[in-house]
């Protein structure tokens, strides 16, 4: 049973690009998460959503970032527009019927 | 508001000796709490968690946490801790049962001397 699959691993960007990342949840799980971890800092909440439907938006920045995770395919966090402080490691994590959430490798972004 | 501190960045042990890595946290009602460990460049990847029951939970790798509510705390313990234990640790608390955000403390880094 696969786990849970992010990919690019590693992303590089010059300012003013738009990057996509992509997470592929265990096989099962209906529920994603996105956390981002800055340098020497611990995760950072930032959207939870389900098939569909975005249910907690509450840690995204206001503007050039976005999520979705469509009825196919894997969940998309977009930035746009990207700045040298969006340089961050993106973690994906997704959950089933229970409480715990399992993470992937996460992505490394880095801005140029 | 939820939040957890993890009061040590850095821990050096040796190899074989004990361990304990601290955890606090903040939250009104009852908490669900987890511990996470990431290797370097890696994921997340999870030791053990507390819903209820038992204060005293057991996971992988040797590890186990203890749930004290009166101190706000749930450390993680480790009798005897091995070279490939090196890595950082993350503790983590849910507000509610299911389908919820973590809220992380900003790790600790533990090394294990030969």
């Known amino acids: 049973n696969a786990g849970v699959m992010q990919n690019p691993r590693h992303l590089v960007r010059r300012r003013g690009q738009e990057a996509r990342l992509r997470c592929s949840p265990m096989k099962g799980h209906s529920h994603v998460y996105w956390y981002r971890q800055l340098p020497e800092e611990g995760l950072k909440f930032m959207v939870y959503?389900?098939?569909?439907?975005?249910?907690?938006e509450s840690g995204m920045p206001k503007e050039r970032f976005s999520a979705e995770f469509p009825k196919e395919g894997p969940s998309i966090l977009r930035i746009q527009q990207v700045v040298r402080g969006d340089s961050a490691a993106y973690f994906c994590?997704?959950?089933?019927?229970?409480?715990?959430?399992?993470f992937g490798p996460g992505t490394r972004l880095t801005v140029l | 508001a939820q939040s957890v501190t993890q009061p040590d960045i850095h821990i050096t042990v040796s190899e074989g000796a004990s361990l304990e890595l601290r955890c606090n946290y903040s939250?009104?009602?009852?908490?669900?709490l987890f511990w996470y460990v990431q290797s370097p460049g890696q994921g997340l990847q999870l030791l053990l968690k507390?819903?209820?029951?038992?204060?005293l939970v057991q996971g992988i790798k040797g590890f186990e946490a203890e749930f004290k509510r009166s101190q706000s705390s749930f450390n993680l313990r480790k009798p005897s801790v091995h070279w490939s234990d090196a890595a950082e640790y993350f503790c983590a608390v849910g507000a509610e049962r299911s389908f919820n955000k973590f809220y992380f403390g900003s790790g600790t880094k533990l090394n294990v001397k030969p």
């Open positions: 507390y819903f209820s029951g038992d204060t």
């Open positions: 939250y009104g009602a009852t908490p669900y």
């Open positions: 994590a997704s959950s089933g019927e229970t409480d715990t959430q399992y």
């Open positions: 959503l389900q098939k569909e439907n975005i249910i907690d």
